[in-house]
């Protein structure tokens, strides 16, 4: 799905939230359908797990308001509700041992979109590896090919009549 598409058409919206008391990034998975919005915590003890759910409640509370104020329950005749969305702490998820919270992040999105589960066993130099490789590609390409990225690329106008 294309950045900017209607929130009514997702199934689900990932989003990274940084937990600026703990200097820590997670990542954050809206499921509309449910009402639920899933935590993912590369460092889950019981005081960061805490300090995860609430650095998640702003969106849990928010985003209900967010729909109702731009109609995006009626597009899709579901009841407006305002209650906030509930918070789920993903559980038997690789844990980081060191400042490592950013490749977590990004490869709990990877393994999410490509609908595979995430191992328990995390190797994360490997994943930094191969996401530095996968930017390093991905800026050559945009270099050799000019290629511009959709926030790059020049605003595109009203088609206009050619007759």
């Known amino acids: 799905m294309l950045c900017g598409s209607p929130w009514h058409l997702c ?3 990932l989003f ?9 990034w997670i990542l954050g998975r ?3 359908e449910e009402r639920r919005m899933y935590m993912y915590n590369s460092l889950s003890t019981a005081m960061k797990d805490s300090a ?30 305002l209650d906030p969305f509930e918070v789920v702490k993903v559980d038997g ?21 490509d ?7 995390f190797d994360v130099e490997k994943h930094r590896d191969r996401l530095a490789v996968l930017f390093y590609k991905y800026a050559r390409m945009k270099e050799v ?15 206009k009549n050619l007759s």
Not at 93 to 113: H, K, M, R, W
Not at 115 to 121: D, G, Y
């Open 145 to 159: 090919d000019f290629i511009d990225s959709e926030d790059e690329a020049p605003p595109k106008g009203p088609k």
């Open 52 to 81: 995860a759910i609430k650095a998640c409640q702003p969106f849990a509370v928010l985003l209900p308001h967010f729909f109702a104020l731009f109609d995006e329950f009626k597009k899709e005749n579901k009841p407006v509700c």
């Open 115 to 121: 609908m595979k589960p995430i191992p328990p066993i």
């Open 30 to 32: 809206l499921n509309i």
């Open 93 to 113: 998820l690789p844990q980081q041992t060191s400042n490592d919270c950013g490749c977590f992040v990004a490869s709990f999105a990877e393994y999410f979109i």
């Open 11 to 13: 199934d689900h919206v």
């Open 16 to 24: 990274i939230i940084h937990m600026e008391t703990e200097s820590h």
